[in-house]
T-cell receptor, first 114, second 111 residues
């Protein structure tokens, strides 16, 4: 079974530029999460999707961050314009319906904003 | 809101030493509790879980018991190995599927 795929693995941009991250969850997983992990901290939830609907985006900075999950499969997280404090690893995770509740994580996309 | 507090690290132990990493949580309702591990250069992966009070999760020699009265889920291992060196994250998940993580504890095991 293929795991959660994310790209790009690394991205370096200047502040005020834009960036997009892509995630393809495990096949059949209805729930998809985007987390931000700043160095030395735990993952912080940005947005949670159930199929193609948003369940929780209360901590998403909506003035600069956006995310979509068209057709309830893969997802894109965009930052525009980026700030220095957006430097972090962006983690995508997915979870199947019901069951254990275990989250399956991708390897993450490391963003550096200069 | 929901929160998870882990003991501050880093933790350095000698091989075969006993390990405890403390974790306490604040949540409404009855969340499920998890420990995730991140080995160097790898993504987060589930180590163990417990879904209700007094449940004990176990895997790879690690154990944690869901203590509702103390809102805790401490991770223990009787004899650590060098290969256990990693970052350990405690997490809770609500019935709505929202998962909240602690800040992680870095464990280094020396031979």
């Amino acid at each position: 079974e293929a795991g959660v795929a994310q790209s790009p693995r690394y991205k370096i941009i200047e502040k005020r530029q834009s960036v997009a991250f892509w995630c393809n969850p495990i096949s059949g997983h209805a729930t998809l999460y985007w987390y931000q992990q700043i160095l030395g901290q735990g993952p912080k939830l940005l947005i949670q999707f159930q199929n193609n609907g948003v369940v929780d985006d209360s901590q998403l900075p909506k003035d600069r961050f956006s995310a979509e999950r068209l057709k309830g499969v893969d997802s894109t997280l965009k930052i525009q314009p980026a700030k220095l404090e957006d430097s972090a690893v962006y983690l995508c995770a997915s979870r199947g319906q019901g069951g254990t509740g275990e989250l399956f994580f991708g390897e993450g996309s490391r963003l550096t904003v200069l | 809101g929901d929160s998870v507090t882990q003991m501050e690290g880093p933790v350095t132990l000698s091989e075969e030493a006993f390990l405890t990493i403390n974790c306490t949580y604040t949540a409404t309702g009855y969340p499920s509790l998890f420990w995730y591990v991140q080995y160097p250069g790898e993504g987060l992966q589930l180590l163990l879980k417990a879904t209700k009070a007094d449940d004990k999760g176990s895997n790879k020699g690690f154990e944690a018991t869901y203590r509702k009265e103390t809102t805790s889920f401490h991770l223990e291992k009787g004899s650590v190995q060098v290969s256990d060196s990693a970052v350990y994250f405690c997490a809770l998940q609500t019935n709505a599927g929202k998962s909240t993580f602690g800040d992680g504890t870095t464990l280094t095991v020396k031979p």
